[in-house]
Every structure is written in structure tokens, then in C-alpha cells.
């Protein structure tokens, strides 16, 4: 009797364990809601059994929330500045965290879920704000990119009497110089006016010799005031041989060959190369195309626009724009031969079938359309200053010089306001470097870095400007970013 009662005993006590451990295992596996807890509400349970949104029965990783962006401030700004972009759901793992400003990606210096605060980085120019958190695409408004622009002397010594030295950098001396253009090595060639020579700068600063002695001459490889330069997709480097009152051709190994007009007088004739006559020509303006090779001159005394047929053996020149008989100056408007200049200058062309030309005696920048043949102002009201306007409200004051980016924007030497100017693709014109009307030689942020009569402007297209500082007698370079 007594073992029965035993195992009664045992057996009641297992049934009470078997419902305890069924208890138990009910609480913690599925309900009637087919969720791992027993809560439908909670989101942090994971979905199982036949739900097809379950990604892992297996798991109960909580929901990943998805990020939002709400707000961006500032939404303009030069580069290095911080931004703050508001929202939900950024985390706090900076790594998980990107930003970028039209493609390039930014600094980020601090996350919350809230706030991730980012730095621009140098060059990113206008376009989107896009951001990445982990995994999560999302695009924020437009960035507007402002330019910065920093004067550094890259040649020459302002500080020292003008000279004629080669050496590295700022060891070098030139006397004037006055126009500049870069070959397909990265050399920078520069007339060096009163120096009566063609000085190379190379990639690596060093500058020398390249044309010309020291002294003016008049004979084949001399020069006597040489103002302005072009050249061609061979390195070929054309010269206005100004006090010569020719133009001249100088191959890259030196070799010397008369273009047109000659040193043995100025005058108006048109006619065969030696035979042409220039008045103290001042710029080129090359064109190479499928139809040809033509040289435009700024032919300054004769306020014309001359142009040298560089495809047949005789360089044939005739009036491109401008009185053809009478050599007085003038600020007309219209076609080719009907339009009047005061000592033009500087000439550019943009890519679309214009030449942009410094009309430095009208205190103004002309356009020559060459489809329809005609002349018209571009920008400019006359003699002065007159700055961050619409080009046709601006003011320069004997503008030499001009170069075009290739986005469109227009860089001017504006020489006696001693300034740098700007004309970007919408019209509008600001002063990138100098102080008006106040020259001098400092380097640093463009708006109090001063030059002191310059005359040449070269726009490399890599994010770089020199400018021939023709009275501080040195060669100085904008860097853009």
C-alpha cells in the first residue's frame, strides 16, 4: 500500500511540472497573433510564422526607422563652411553618415538623430546637397558654391627694381610685363615689354629666356616692345612685335619667321605680309579650324581690327573691323566696317562665334559676332568703376586684356582701376582681386590683395589666373577654389 501511495504521489507531481514547463513555453513562443511577444502593438517585435512581410523568422532584430531630412542652413557659402542639416532617424555612427555638395563629399563633424553638422569641401561649386545614412538615400535642396579668390606672387619681385634676371620664382626679374599664354607642357610664356624679350616660366617655377636679348633690335629674332602673344596647337607662339609694327611667328625650338607688316615703318596698307603696314600692334587672337588658320591684330593706332590669312604662303592681310582708310578713333556700333574703336586691345573668343575685345578707349568690352557680321557692346556704360552690376551698368577704366573659362566666365584685366574683374555666364559683373583705384602689391583674399597696373589676364582652366602685374613687374596668379 505504501508504494502505491509513492508513486500516485510522483505522478501527480510530474503532471503539475509537464503543465508548469507547457505554461511556461506558451508565454514565450507564439499567441494567437502569431507574434514573438505577446504584444501586436510593439514594434520592436519581429513578424514569424506565415506573415510574408518577415524577412527572418529567426530573428528579433528591432525595425530599422527610416531617416528624413527637414531642413539645411546655410543653403549658400564659400568653401570650409559648416553646414547643418535637421531631421529624424540619422543615428549618432558618423561613419554610417555621408554627405555630399554636387558630387563631392563633405567633412562630416558631428552626428545626432537628430542634427549632423558637415563642412564644404573646396571646389564643389553650385549643385544638390545629397546625403547617405546607412543605406538610406536622400537629396536636400540646391547648394549655392561661392567662389574664393587668393593672390599669391608666382614671379618677379614687387619689392625689387625691375630687371632682367632669370632664377626660380620670385628670384627672377622682369621689366613690364605684359601679356602671357601656357603651351601644351604647362610653360607659361610672358612679353616681358620693356626687357624687349619672351621669358619662360616652367612648371616647376624656373624661369629663363626663351626670345630675345635684352635689348630692343629690329632685326630677324629682335624685338622692340613686345606686347601680346597667341599660340597654336603645335606651341607655335605668335608675337605683336609692337615697336616693330609687325607680327612674328617663334617656333618651340626658337626659330624666328615674320608673319606680317615690317620694322621699317608703320602705316594702313593691306596687301601680302612684308608689304602690310600695322600702327603699333598690340594683340592676337588665333583661330585654328577645319576651315583654316587666321590671326585677328588688334592694330591699336589705326583703331582697327586687322586679320592675316594664315593658309596661304603669302599671310594676306586685310581690315577685318574698322575704318579702312581713315585711322580715326571712334565707339560705333554695327556692321564690320561701319564699327568705330579706340585703342582696342585685348582679344578673347568665347566658343560660340564671338570675339570679346578690350576696347580700352572706350573704357568698354565689344563683341564681334562673326556669323552675322557685326559689332555691338557687350559690357560697360564708359570711363570709371562701377561694380557687382549687369555688364551693360558696369564701368572699367582702359580695360587691356581678357580670357574666357570654359563655362563662359569672363576675367578682365581692368588695368587703371588695378583690379581683377569677373563677368559670369548670367551677365552680372564683380571684382574678384584689387582695390580700385588703389594700386599697389599685396597678396592674400582677393579683396585686399592689390596689383598695380595690370595689363594681361590667362585663365589656365585649372582653377588658376595669372596676370602680368605690369608695373609691379612680376607675374601673379588668383587661385580659385
Known amino acids: 500500500m505504501k508504494t502505491m501511495k509513492t508513486i500516485g504521489i510522483l505522478r501527480a507531481r510530474d503532471i503539475f511540472l509537464l503543465l508548469v514547463l507547457l505554461s511556461l513555453a506558451l508565454s514565450c513562443g507564439s499567441d494567437d497573433n502569431g507574434m514573438d511577444c505577446p504584444d501586436p502593438t510593439n514594434a520592436d517585435c519581429d513578424q514569424v510564422g506565415d506573415d510574408p512581410q518577415d524577412d527572418d523568422p529567426r530573428d528579433d532584430d528591432p525595425v530599422v526607422l527610416e531617416p528624413t531630412l527637414s531642413s539645411v542652413a546655410p543653403v ?17 555612427d558618423a561613419d554610417k553618415v555621408s554627405v555630399s555638395f554636387n558630387g563631392s563629399v563633405g567633412e562630416v563633424l558631428g552626428v545626432t538623430d537628430t542634427e549632423v553638422t558637415v563642412k ?37 619681385n614687387p619689392n625689387e627694381s625691375p630687371g632682367f634676371l632669370d632664377g626660380f620664382g620670385t628670384e627672377a626679374r622682369f621689366n613690364r610685363p605684359h ?22 616660366i616652367a612648371p616647376d617655377g624656373v624661369v629663363s629666356t626663351f626670345a630675345g636679348n635684352g635689348s630692343w633690335g629690329r632685326e630677324d629674332g629682335e624685338y622692340t616692345i613686345p606686347q601680346e602673344l597667341a599660340i597654336d596647337g603645335d606651341d607655335n607662339i605668335y608675337v605683336a612685335d609692337s615697336g616693330n609694327h609687325r607680327i612674328v611667328k617663334v617656333d618651340p625650338s626658337g626659330g624666328w619667321t615674320l608673319i606680317a607688316g615690317s620694322s621699317l615703318g608703320y602705316g594702313y596698307v593691306n596687301g601680302p605680309g612684308a608689304g602690310a603696314r600695322f600702327s603699333n600692334p598690340t594683340a592676337i587672337l588665333l583661330e585654328e579650324g577645319a576651315g583654316g588658320s587666321t590671326l585677328y591684330v588688334s592694330d591699336r593706332n589705326n583703331h582697327a581690327i586687322r586679320r592675316i590669312s ?54 568698354r568690352i565689344r ?19 562701377e561694380s557687382d552690376v549687369p555688364r551693360l551698368d558696369a564701368k572699367f577704366d582702359g580695360a587691356s ?25 548670367d551677365g552680372h559683373v564683380t571684382t574678384i582681386a584689387g582695390v580700385p583705384k588703389n594700386e599697389g602689391h599685396n597678396d592674400g583674399p582677393g579683396d585686399v590683395a592689390k596689383f598695380n ?29
Open 76 to 92: 549658400t557659402g564659400p568653401k570650409h563652411t559648416e553646414v547643418v542639416i535637421t531631421g529624424e532617424n540619422f543615428g549618432t
Open 120 to 156: 564644404v569641401p573646396v571646389g564643389a561649386n553650385t549643385g544638390p546637397i545629397t546625403m547617405e545614412v546607412d543605406g538610406f538615400d536622400l537629396t536636400g535642396p540646391e547648394f549655392v558654391y561661392e567662389l574664393t579668390y587668393t593672390v599669391e606672387t608666382f614671379a618677379g
Open 179 to 200: 601679356d602671357l599664354v601656357k603651351d601644351s607642357k604647362g610653360n607659361i610664356f610672358v612679353a616681358d615689354r620693356r626687357n624687349h624679350a619672351i621669358r619662360k
Open 310 to 363: 594664315l593658309d596661304d604662303d603669302q599671310y594676306t592681310v586685310s581690315t577685318y573691323a574698322g575704318p579702312k582708310i581713315d585711322q580715326r578713333e571712334g565707339y560705333v556700333d554695327g556692321a564690320l566696317l561701319e564699327a568705330r574703336f579706340h585703342f582696342p586691345r585685348g582679344m578673347a573668343n568665347n566658343g560660340e562665334g564671338t570675339i570679346l575685345l578690350a576696347d580700352s578707349g572706350n573704357h
Open 367 to 385: 563683341a564681334i559676332d562673326q556669323d552675322n557680321e557685326s559689332v555691338l557692346t557687350f559690357a560697360g556704360s564708359g570711363d570709371g568703376y
Open 401 to 425: 586684356d581678357l580670357s574666357v573659362a570654359s563655362d563662359g566666365t569672363i576675367y578682365i584685366a581692368d588695368t587703371a582701376n588695378s583690379c581683377i574683374r569677373r563677368i559670369d555666364p
Open 453 to 481: 597696373y595690370p595689363y594681361g589676364v590667362l585663365h589656365t582652366g585649372e582653377g588658376e589666373i595669372y596676370v602680368a602685374d605690369t608695373f609691379n613687374h612680376a607675374i601673379r596668379k588668383i587661385i580659385i577654389d
